[in-house]
């Protein structure tokens, strides 16, 4: 439904810019500004919008829908894994961990956890089944979840193939990464990526 609807506003803004006849003064803020608006009205999504022509903004706005945030809050989602995995190759490169070690150093209830290395997960190659294409995800994913009761659900889980016998896309796999990060760097995730990007 994300994708969806990021093509849906993609495709009108794209229109909205081809209707005009490339003029500054021509581009319609009135009708883009209605436009959010509706989104916000209807709680279809929260993003931002810039247009900029010959090095120039010449239009700007944020949407949100939670109005008692005074700037809206966006959910960054698998942007996460980039960070997660410069983390984990900072800790690497700190000898804090190595890529070859095994799951079952961290956490050996995981299914074959002795088979599962930290690279396997990190290139999506350790068989763990990705968590938000289970039926429980809706159940759990808009609340706070800690370690542990993320982890149980882990314990559950059934390796869909052999680690490093194919790539699968694993959302969970890099769930377990950003805790392997903090057991291995002996800090808060938050305070990790700030050691590495700032």
Do not use: W
């Not at 803004?13 to 608006?37: H, M, P, R, V, W």
């Not at 009205?41 to 010959?54: D, H, P, Q, R």
């Not at 995995?85 to 900072?90: Q, W």
């Amino acid at each position: 439904m994300e994708v969806i609807i990021k093509a849906i506003l993609f495709v009108i803004l794209i229109f909205c810019l081809s209707c005009q006849s490339g003029q500054e003064s021509n581009i319609n803020t009135e009708k883009l500004d209605k436009f959010f608006a509706v989104l916000e009205n209807k709680k279809v999504a929260s993003g931002s919008a810039i247009l900029v022509k010959a090095g120039k903004t010449v239009y700007e706005r944020s949407y949100h829908f939670d109005k008692q945030l005074e700037e809206p809050i966006f959910r960054i989602g698998s942007v996460s894994k980039i960070y997660t995995a410069a983390i984990i190759l900072k800790l690497e490169e700190e000898g804090k961990l190595k890529l070859s070690d095994k799951l079952s150093l961290y956490y050996p209830k995981i299914d074959k956890a002795n088979a599962i290395t930290v690279e396997d997960l990190l290139r999506h190659r350790s068989g763990i089944p990705n968590m938000t294409d289970l039926a429980d995800y809706k159940e759990y994913a808009q609340t706070h979840q800690s370690e542990s009761q993320m982890m149980e659900r882990f314990y559950r889980y059934k390796l869909e193939f052999v680690a490093g016998e194919k790539y699968e896309y694993s959302n969970a796999g890099y769930v377990i990464l950003s805790y392997i990060a903090q057991k291995a760097g002996n800090d808060t995730y938050a305070n990790l990526l700030t050691k590495v990007y700032c």
